[in-house]
């Protein structure tokens, strides 16, 4: 410790007690500011004056706080009414400011769920992320797309529930494959009555709710009657669909636990590195887990990494009934309140100390020790090859984030901007950004104008100065030759930013593993044992991956949109008939008035309608 220490511990010592004096015995929410103004903490306390005297002496804290005691310059109140109120506040200021001596949880997506759409004529099942909408029920949280993806494939086997989206739905003349491999009952084209459709949704759902015994004897006993009637085909049906049931049974590891809804925590820390497994359990099924590696906020201990990760990582979903954890709460009864309102029923939060549930925590504890193994592994790898660049690059300043650019279309169609971006704990999803290419101004077969705008939407518009040279990566790669270097590099020279760039060019021996890299003023290849060449075709593979992905699902998205459904008044059925009646929406605007009036279900006001909307 230095010898300017003691004086830096007073003055923030100072700042604290000089504020103390003038803090109400009210619930509140509190802000430590350095000499900058950059948010140093955000906390919450049930009686502010009481909390914030704590930070009054240095003495008798972690070393942690002792370091963020003595950065104070100043601080920042914000009165509550109640302290779950000043809970729900400082979450939201902890992710605005992303403090350095909070805990924070970074990793903060919305996990899939399966939607089975009750508020159609023939529901269908699907994946779905995001806000609930009336007339749909949700299953889930699944911990991953694949997880979902499996499920619904189990239902599409089982139940034979459609997934397909409307548009196919309604403009179909025939059965699809699916059909054909029975994995769909084809309502599109009436093999099953809307009747029957529904008993087999509600199977479906009684399903995802766990109810499997049930269901496995309502099929055993349709596999009975069939073969008692002859039906030995159909019999077969029923028994496939038995069978498949008593595997996924089996496949559930914790079925014999009495756990029928609940999110296990399990927490490992080594140093001041931290992960955090979550095991979703809902209808006594295992839906997955997933890692999380919050910031501890340079040394918290455990219980408040788990507090804190709780508070943030149900402040944007929905909780379970019962939450499990090892350890037992400081702040339990206001995070049971916050959780029991963000669920909108009681929510229990409770650490067995011994039992079957207490090794399921040990197993996701376990989990939880070898994702940050890998984790810090992996980080230690990353490094060396970023240490690597440098040098092949001779560059003077660390590399921290890489930014990978790419474009994608198709003869110019739904032209699409990409970018993803790597540090040293590997890709940083959040990071990753789409830029749909929507100026008429730009020629979509141009792929240097698109680059230049993509540069320019990336670079040019700064609503936060701060946030905006925080994120701003070491190295740019772009997956182009020297044309596309010189465009990017005169975006940033417009905006005085001083970033490299590395072009991967298509080489004349690119089949044989060669690539062309554009730096600076020159041009070279790597050899092709070299790691640092296998780094940058990983990334440049993922960057167009993820260009390919984007552009396919905006490519979908547009084929499948229908001029149909611009017309005011035209629901899915009339949109049915009307397609299955003249083959096209192309040819539905061609057709006359009597035409449109031949088609069932058209009256002579939705003719007009259509007629003028094709035709003004």
């Not at 399966?114 to 992320?129: D, E, L, S």
């Not at 209808?283 to 910031?295: D, L, T, V």
């Not at 790419?406 to 739904?414: E, K, L, V, Y």
């Not at 701060?466 to 270097?485: A, H, S």
């Amino acid at each position: 410790m230095t010898q300017s220490d003691p004086n830096k511990f007073s003055q923030g010592e100072k700042v604290v007690s000089s504020i103390v004096k003038t803090l109400p015995n009210k619930p509140g929410v509190y802000r430590m500011l350095d000499d900058t103004g950059s948010v140093l903490y955000v906390g919450k306390a049930k009686n502010l004056k009481n909390r914030v005297s704590s930070y009054s002496r240095v003495t008798g804290h972690s070393l942690r706080i002792g370091r963020m005691i003595s950065a104070t310059r100043d601080m920042n109140f914000f009165i509550t009414e109640t302290e779950l109120e000043a809970l729900l506040l400082e979450q939201n200021l902890i992710k605005k400011y992303n403090p350095r001596y909070n805990v924070l949880l970074k990793d903060d997506k919305s996990f899939p769920q399966i939607a089975i759409t009750r508020n159609k004529q023939f529901p269908q099942v699907t994946k779905y992320r995001g806000k609930k909408v009336d007339g749909v029920k949700y299953f889930g949280p699944y911990a991953s797309a694949t997880a979902v993806n499996n499920a619904i494939n189990y239902i599409q086997k089982i139940f034979q529930l459609r997934n397909c989206r409307d548009s196919n739905f309604y403009g179909r003349s025939r059965a699809c494959l699916l059909h054909y491999i029975n994995k769909c009952s084809a309502p599109c084209v009436g093999k099953i009555s809307e009747e029957e459709y529904s008993k087999t949704v509600d199977e479906a759902e009684n399903f995802l709710l766990g109810k499997h015994t049930e269901i496995k004897d309502n099929l055993q006993s349709n596999m009975l009657q069939a073969s008692k009637n002859l039906d030995f085909e159909r019999a077969a049906f029923y028994r496939d669909r038995i069978e498949l049931i008593a595997k996924i049974q089996s496949s559930q590891n914790i079925n014999n636990l009495n756990v029928k809804d609940a999110d296990i925590i399990g927490l490992f820390k080594l140093g001041n590195e931290v992960c955090i497994q979550v095991f979703f359990i809902r209808s006594y099924e295992n839906r997955g887990n997933h890692a999380f590696f919050p910031k501890t906020g340079g040394g918290a201990d455990d219980i408040e990494i788990i507090e804190n990760f709780i508070a943030q990582f149900y402040s944007t979903k929905i909780p379970a009934r019962e939450i499990l954890i090892s350890y037992s709460l400081r702040n339990n009864e206001v995070l049971i309140n916050f959780l029991t309102e963000r669920r909108n029923q009681k929510v229990v939060v409770r650490s067995p100390s011994r039992g079957r549930v207490k090794d399921l925590i040990k197993t996701a504890e376990k989990n939880a020790k070898e994702a940050l193994e890998r984790k810090i592994a992996m980080k230690a790898s990353q490094k060396s090859l970023f240490e690597e660049v440098e040098t092949w690059l001779k560059l003077e300043k660390k590399i921290k984030k890489i930014e990978v650019y790419d474009n994608s279309h198709i003869q110019g169609s739904f032209p699409i901007g990409c970018l993803v971006a790597i540090n040293l704990d590997g890709y940083s999803k959040s990071d990753y950004r789409k830029y749909n290419i929507e100026d008429s101004s730009i020629n979509p077969k141009d792929d240097l104008a698109i680059m230049g705008h993509v540069f320019e939407r990336r670079f040019g518009k700064i609503e936060n100065l701060e946030d905006f040279k925080k994120n701003l990566p070491d190295l740019i790669v772009i997956d182009g030759g020297r044309n596309q270097m010189n465009v990017a590099s005169a975006v940033l020279k417009k905006y005085k930013l001083e970033i490299p760039i590395l072009a991967i060019a298509k080489g004349e021996k690119r089949n044989e593993g060669r690539e062309d890299f554009y730096f600076q003023d020159r041009i070279f290849s790597f050899p092709t044992s070299s790691s640092v060449l296998f780094f940058f075709q990983r990334i440049r593979d993922e960057v167009h991956r993820f260009a390919i992905g984007a552009h396919r699902n905006k490519r979908s998205s547009g084929i499948n949109k229908s001029e149909l459904d611009e017309v005011y008044g035209i629901g899915p059925k009339k949109k049915k008939e009307l397609l299955q009646h003249f083959g096209s929406a192309k040819e539905v605007g061609k057709a006359s008035l009597k035409d449109l009036l031949g088609v069932k279900g058209i009256s002579k006001n939705s003719a007009e309608i259509i007629f003028n909307h094709f035709n003004s």
